[in-house]
């Protein structure tokens, strides 16, 4: 037996790392394990940026995770003197066409602009033309309306769980790296976790293991599906000064043909940095092991044909570079963040189907809080995993 910690997190990635440090903060004896040494680029959180919104399409009652992960983020920003979330305003397009792409969620449009007047998020709605003269980068058409948030942008998802890892270390955390969890056992005094380097006890374990879930807990593989995404970064050399930060909103294009939208970001690399752009895949499901990683010419071309040129007309063909990563995926797109079925002392944290980030830094609050007190100051009863089982039996 090695040593016995409070609590341990398996995974850490954008959850783990942010539950580690809200942990360390309120002097938690808190182990972090994780197979490889985040932040890495073989699960969900690499890929320079992730898009940050306030008012939340996907239900109102993201919105105070959102809010609250803006105050941590910008907590964290001066306590590390880094650069982590960038304002650039957000467009969200849609129309009434019956062809256009839904994002997660239907109604993800109107719940958007919802959420805004119910919590007071300043934004404004723009028709084609406002939307031409304003942002004539997007080749919009007529029947097209925007929601342009003045307080969305992006996030820097590796630097957040660098700098959230290290002053959790600095805070008191121990952090093994390169060390992969094999089982876990609950029993009535606490938990006990067996890696492929020992064996540690907690009162509590969190399970923050993203897209490797389905594997850790082959129990609830069919409640959570993992999926291949690719992002892909266009030349923007010759037009830079249309897509730079200050000009280029980040944005969500529910497109019209296509069961699929695109969203995207301003080129934060500079010039020759590429803008990045990406849609979603649901076709196949996949593991970490057993991803594709590599990009094809032919995806790279489909994907300009088909999702870049006849919306952004000032792009070019060409590819900076591209990125595999994995969406961890519920039946109804939102989280799982609740205790384990039937134990009081194994939380499970999936908060993917492609919209965790930017709630990440107050899911890791929660739950600290939830591990240390058994109740959140934000309510995460939507979260509960008991809507999945029910729903996979019926
Ligand atoms: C392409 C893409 C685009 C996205 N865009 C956005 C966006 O714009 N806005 C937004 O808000 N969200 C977005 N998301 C979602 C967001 O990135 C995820 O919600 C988030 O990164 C999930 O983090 P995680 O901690 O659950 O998983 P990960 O970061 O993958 O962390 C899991 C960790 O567990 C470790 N691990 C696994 N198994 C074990 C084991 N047995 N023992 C020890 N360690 C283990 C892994 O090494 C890994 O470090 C996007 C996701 C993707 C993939």
Redesign the pocket.
């Known amino acids: 037996m090695n040593s016995s910690y409070n609590t341990i997190v ?8 942010a539950t580690l440090y809200q942990l360390a903060k309120r002097g938690i004896k808190t182990l972090g ?4 040494s ?3 680029t ?6 320079d ?4 919104r306030q008012a939340i399409g996907e239900g109102d009652h993201y919105t105070p995770l959102s809010l609250r992960s803006y105050e941590i983020f910008r907590e964290l920003e001066s306590k590390t003197n880094s650069k982590l979330l960038e304002v650039t305003g957000g467009l969200i397009i849609s129309s009434e066409s019956k062809t256009a792409s839904i994002n997660h969620v239907p109604g993800f449009f109107e719940n958007t602009l919802a959420a805004a007047q119910k919590y007071g998020i300043r934004h404004e709605i723009l028709g084609a033309r406002e939307m031409r003269s304003r942002f004539p980068q997007f080749n919009v058409d007529d029947d097209e309306i925007g929601y342009y948030e003045f307080e969305a942008g ?2 820097r ?1 590796e630097e957040a ?1 660098h700098w959230q890892l290290s002053l959790a270390q600095e805070l008191g955390a121990t952090i093994h790296a390169h ?4 089982y876990f056992e609950e029993t009535a005094t606490g938990v006990t976790v067996h ?1 492929d380097k020992g064996t540690y006890k907690a009162e509590h374990l969190v399970l ?6 389905p ?2 807990i082959s129990e609830l593989g069919s409640v959570f599906k993992v999926y291949r ?3 892909y970064w266009f030349d923007v050399s010759a037009s830079f000064s249309d897509f730079a930060p200050g000009k280029f909103p ?1 944005f969500i294009w529910q497109v019209k043909g296509s069961e699929n939208g695109i ?1 995207g970001f301003p080129a934060v690399n500079g010039a020759s940095g590429g803008f990045k752009i ?1 849609t979603e895949d649901y076709t196949s499901t996949v593991t ?1 092991e057993s991803v594709e990683r590599n990009v094809s010419t032919e995806e790279t071309v489909a994907m300009f044909e088909s999702k870049v040129a006849p919306f952004f007309p000032r792009a070019n063909a060409k590819c900076i570079k591209s ?1 595999v ?4 995926v519920t039946a109804d797109s939102a989280f799982v963040i609740d205790w384990l079925p039937s134990s009081k002392r194994i939380v499970l ?12 830094a107050a899911i890791g609050e929660c739950i600290a809080q939830l591990t240390s007190t058994g109740e959140t100051s934000i309510d995460i009863t939507a979260f509960r995993i008991d809507r999945l089982l029910h729903k996979s039996q019926t």
């Open positions: 398996v995974g850490l990635g954008a959850m783990g790392s394990i994780d197979l490889l985040p932040p890495h073989s699960g969900s959180t690499h890929g940026t992730r898009i940050t992006f996030l998802p769980v060390e992969t969890v094999k890696t923050s293991v993203g897209p490797w879930l594997q850790v995404q690719v992002l980040i969203y990406a970490p990125a990563c994995l969406y961890t944290c999936s908060p993917c189907s492609g919209h965790g980030f930017k709630h990440s």
